[in-house]
């Protein structure tokens, strides 16, 4: 593979023969590959050295490989090793050979029946998860596949927490996830229980399978936000008061009051046909004493990675050749027009250097130098009353090179109400 992910050498490091693109993200590709030694089938992730780096990634990189090899459940993907070059990491995954089960549910929906069969599957996973302090934080329909069975395997740990992240409140502080899936909670960015996240993540899946669509749905993203953030949604006419009442605990807006795990499983709805999967480690061992800080990984550098375990073919997370683009969104109780008003004053004060261009009352481009490059964005939109949706959009252009970061920093500051 090149430096953009393309497939030049279909033979990875004498072990694996790559074949076709299973799909890609911002930051990575997955690939279908085979094991030249046992014709064992593999999912390859591959992701640039250089951009883990860039992008301050090396925590996360190895958080998900450490998190990864001690889980060992049916229903989670497992890590088989981990392989590098000089510019790749490489995590070869187990490969799921069902694909995503999300696309079973586009343009359709699951009968209660295989609804509840796929739902059991995913609440034992994410029980096991918990057990061991693991927060998925991503749970969403394209990271639940299906095996050669049928059957769900849960996937792509790349923003999970543990509990060594938890901050002195009891809280993570970290706003990640994908929209549709993002629990209130994140978005009033005062903190959020893990566990209480991933189980309204839970509720958006199961009611994405009973009605086809989601809970809270909108071309205009913002608007969509509003509606998760009261937590009104209505259940199609076809859904069963049993499981109107499971999926109404589940996207309870109030996280102190949203259903736990133990109460799920206590749930009749849920309760019909299941049955305990018994690990081999329900011992609990393995992530209690994980911490970012350790000590065993103090002296970790990039190629050390490379040799850090056994496991999974990551590939291509590059963006394009001249700039790299850094997206934030969060929530704001400053008011549009202060937030606009000050970020206006500090690039004035650069004598010329920046300027602010509005594209509308309350949506701006930060500029830089006399070629107008856009280094920054800053769009804002009404939550509720006290409240605000931020969104950062940072363009750094390599020929640019340093280009005020200090300045930058500090217009970023202000929209979050930091200065």
């Given at each position: 593979m090149d430096d953009h992910g393309n497939v030049q050498e279909q033979i990875l490091l004498g072990k694996y023969e790559?074949?076709?693109?299973?799909?890609?993200?911002?930051?990575?590709?997955?690939?279908?590959?085979?094991?030249?030694?046992?014709?064992?089938?593999?999912?390859?992730?591959?992701?640039?050295?250089?951009n883990v780096l860039k992008r301050g990634l090396t925590e996360h990189v190895k958080r998900e490989i450490s998190i990864m090899h001690r889980l060992h459940h049916p229903h989670i993907v497992r890590i088989l090793e981990v392989l590098a070059t000089k510019t790749k990491i490489y995590f070869v995954l187990e490969f799921a050979k069902g694909g995503e089960l999300l696309t079973k549910v586009k343009g359709r929906r699951f009968s209660e029946d295989i609804n509840r069969r796929y739902f059991?599957?995913?609440?034992?996973?994410?029980?096991?998860?918990?057990?061991?302090?693991?927060?998925?934080?991503?749970?969403?329909?394209?990271?639940?596949?299906?095996?050669?069975?049928?059957?769900?395997?849960?996937?792509?740990?790349?923003?999970?927490a543990v509990t060594a992240q938890i901050q002195p409140d009891g809280l993570l502080h970290t706003f990640c996830g994908t929209p549709a899936y993002l629990a209130p909670e994140i978005l009033a960015n005062k903190g959020y229980d893990g566990a209480k996240v991933d189980i309204w993540s839970c509720g958006i899946i199961l009611y994405t399978f009973n009605a086809g669509y989601f809970p809270f749905s909108d071309r205009n993203i913002m608007m969509m936000y509003r509606k998760i953030f009261k937590g009104e949604f209505r259940c199609p006419e076809w859904t069963s008061p049993e499981l109107k009442r499971l999926l109404h605990r589940l996207l309870d807006s109030n996280p102190k009051t949203r259903i736990t795990l133990d109460q799920i499983i206590d749930d009749p709805w849920f309760k019909i046909g299941y049955r305990h999967i018994q690990t081999s480690s329900d011992d609990l061992s393995g992530l209690e004493d994980y911490d970012d800080n350790n000590k065993k990984y103090d002296f970790l550098n990039a190629f050390d990675i490379i040799s850090f375990s056994h496991g999974l073919d990551l590939s291509c997370l590059i963006e394009s050749a001249d700039c790299s683009v850094g997206v934030e969104i969060f929530v704001s109780a400053e008011s549009p027009e202060r937030i606009v008003g000050r970020i206006e004053e500090v690039a004035g004060a650069e004598e010329g250097r920046m300027t602010v261009v509005r594209k509308k009352d309350f949506a701006v481009q930060v500029v830089l130098g006399p070629n107008g490059d856009i280094v920054l964005t800053v769009d804002i939109h009404r939550l509720t009353d006290e409240l605000v949706i931020v969104e950062i959009r940072r363009v750094q252009r390599r020929q640019q090179k340093v280009l005020n970061t200090k300045i930058v920093v500090k217009i970023e500051a202000i929209a979050r109400h930091q200065t």
């Open positions: 790559l074949g076709k693109l299973l799909g890609q993200g911002a930051y990575a590709k997955v690939y279908h590959a085979r094991n030249l030694k046992t014709g064992q089938s593999v999912a390859i992730k591959a992701m640039s050295l250089q059991q599957q995913l609440i034992s996973a994410l029980s096991y998860c918990h057990s061991r302090g693991v927060f998925h934080r991503d749970l969403k329909g394209e990271n639940l596949l299906l095996d050669e069975n049928l059957n769900m395997k849960v996937t792509d740990f790349g923003l999970s």
